[in-house]
């Protein structure tokens, strides 16, 4: 089963960026479908967006569509998360997610 670790959470002020990352222990994650999670205080997971193999199409929830990119580089093993004008709604533990794989997530907090 791949292992995965997410980095790149913190506290940012509303308007302001972050770029998460997530990092993948086998190569085969290269052949992987990969999706980022959220889960806001109180509140259950929710999908962010997906990445299919090669990057070449992308799924974003309404939410984030226009702010959020989601990304890879599958000669490193990553997929990463750019996100722009944060809201304070956007607060939460972000998660990767393949197959039935999860990472350990990483918080993301936006102060208004």
């Known amino acids: 089963q791949v292992q995965l670790v997410e980095s790149g959470g913190g506290l940012v002020q509303a308007g302001g960026s972050l770029r998460l990352s997530c990092a993948a222990s086998?190569?085969?994650?290269?052949?992987?479908?990969i999706r980022w999670f959220r889960q806001p205080p109180g509140k259950e997971r929710e999908f962010v967006a997906s990445?299919?193999?090669?990057?070449?199409?992308?799924v974003y929830a309404d939410s984030v569509k226009g702010r959020f990119t989601i990304s890879r580089d599958n000669a490193k093993n990553m997929v990463y998360l750019q996100m722009n004008s944060l809201k304070p709604e956007d607060t939460a533990v972000y998660y990767c997610n393949t197959r039935s794989s999860w990472g350990q997530g990483t918080q993301v907090t936006v102060s208004s």
């Open positions: 086998e190569r085969t994650f290269s052949s992987y479908h």
């Open positions: 990445i299919n193999w090669s990057g070449g199409s992308t």
